[in-house]
């Protein structure tokens, strides 16, 4: 009878010890990779990635960044990286400690296994700490107390601590707070912009309470416009051109080509009409607006604004209180958004748009400066985490004061009088004393 292959031709099966020390080395090797980054001694990676004119720098500490920039084979050290996606898509910080205390386990694992026990047994046993851990947690967590700011200057004091921004941590611990405390407890960290400029030091960096965006609006369109109705939109506003990839158009004449660009013309003409239409004196395009169009927004007076990128226009509806359209057959049903001032203002040498008074309350822009794009980059990933941090206090309002000390000796002292199994539970008077 012939051998019947179930995998595939390029596959390849590990089994017994030689998998089970593949997973080891591989997991053990992403903790001892970024626990070097751990803590406020904690040092910088340099990643290099690309090559010649296109090698692109990060200088990090952050776990998530490390890890997700590092190619891995071994499937033990992928779910590490995973883990601390996950930990920082959830929480926003913390995503070095997870990685390290899950390799850590493994090397105890590791040993333990060489004893001869049960995989499922140390599960077990990590099951049982964990509810030890927590009941710990639990019991010495404190209700935030009345002067609320004060607490969340604390927490994020302790965040940047370990980060690019610790020499300036009282500063940007005050920008942080200020623009959580504007949120009102609706944690929606889309409301608060980041806005990196280079140059000057990071001591200038300031909190906006506008709405800024990197963009600025057409030729001979006004620079200003107060009581703006706003119509944000995702439509080509380029097809004054022929862009059929791989078309042709046969004509017996030049004039026959002209009489195309007129109709293309008239047929863009028609649709910025149709904008027109909506009585709106500002326009917000995701896509490009090519001269022609430009030029007619300026006729009518409008402000038109091109090339706001995805993130961008979501944000800008959400902020502007506005809806994304990309047919203008029906004024009536579109959301328009709204704000009491829309002007230029220049952060270093160059020129952004502010949106003043917006329905979204809490809108606000984090102008960060710094001397290079690396220094930036860095602040933007600290002062994200810090921001995580402090939404989630808000949310749940418990403090845990002395981790390192008093949850510690919670566990150890919990460790004598919790049942874990009937056969080695020390009598509770032969306990030994934990000083």
């Known amino acids: 009878m012939l051998p019947v ?8 099966e590990e089994r017994g010890e030689l998998a089970r020390m593949s997973s080891f080395v591989g997991a053990i090797a992403i903790g001892d990779l970024v626990k070097s980054t751990l803590g406020p001694k904690g040092m910088d990676k340099i990643l290099i990635s690309g090559n010649g004119e296109h090698q692109n720098i990060t200088v990090t500490n952050d776990g998530a960044t490390i890890l997700k920039s590092i190619g891995v084979d071994n499937p033990a050290a992928k779910v590490l990286v995973d883990m601390s996606m996950t930990q920082d898509s959830e929480v926003g910080d913390g995503t070095t400690s997870v990685t390290v205390l899950a390799s850590e386990l ?23 700490a964990l509810k030890i851990a927590q009941d710990a947690l639990t019991k010495s967590a404190k209700k935030s107390g009345s002067d609320l700011r004060e607490d969340l200057l604390k927490i994020a004091r302790t965040t940047l601590g370990s980060k690019i921004l610790s020499q300036h941590k009282d500063l940007f611990s005050e920008l942080a707070v200020e623009a959580v405390l504007r949120l009102k407890s609706s944690g929606n960290l889309d409301a608060i912009q980041i806005i990196k400029k280079l140059g000057g030091s990071m001591s200038e960096s300031y909190l906006d309470d506008g709405f800024l965006l990197e963009k600025r609006p057409g030729m001979y369109q006004p620079k200003r416009m107060e009581k703006a109705k706003i119509l944000i939109a995702n439509t080509p506003m380029d097809t004054d051109k022929v862009k059929v990839f791989g078309s042709r158009v046969r004509v017996e004449s030049v004039a026959k080509v002209a009489e195309m660009e007129a109709a293309e013309k008239e047929k863009m ?48 509806a959400l902020v502007l209180g506005g809806d994304v359209v990309s047919t203008f057959d ?3 049903s579109v959301k328009f958004g709204t704000c009491d001032l829309i002007e230029e203002v220049m952060i270093g040498e160059d020129t952004l748009l502010r949106f003043s008074g917006v329905p979204l309350g809490e809108a606000c822009s984090v102008v960060l400066r710094g001397a290079t794009q690396q220094i930036l980059d860095e602040a933007e990933r600290s002062l994200h985490d810090a921001l995580c941090v402090l939404t989630t206090h808000i949310k749940v309002l418990f403090l845990r004061h002395n981790l390192i000390a008093v949850e510690f000796l919670s566990c150890f002292d919990r460790y004598f009088d919790y049942r874990i199994s009937s056969n080695n539970r020390p009598p509770s ?3 030994p004393p934990l000083a």
């Open 5 to 12: 292959q179930i995998l595939k031709e390029n596959a390849e």
């Open 106 to 128: 493994l090397k105890e694992a590791e040993q333990l296994i060489g004893l001869r026990m049960h995989p499922q047994t140390i599960i077990a046993g990590w099951r049982t």
């Open 269 to 316: 003409k028609d649709k910025v009409n149709k904008i027109l239409s909506h009585n709106i004196n500002v326009f917000i395009n995701r896509q490009l607006i090519y001269n022609y169009p430009e030029q007619l927004f300026a006729d009518a007076k409008v402000m038109a604004i091109e090339h706001a990128d995805f993130e961008g226009i979501e944000r800008l």
């Open 330 to 332: 029906a004024p009536e």
């Open 429 to 431: 008077n032969n306990r």
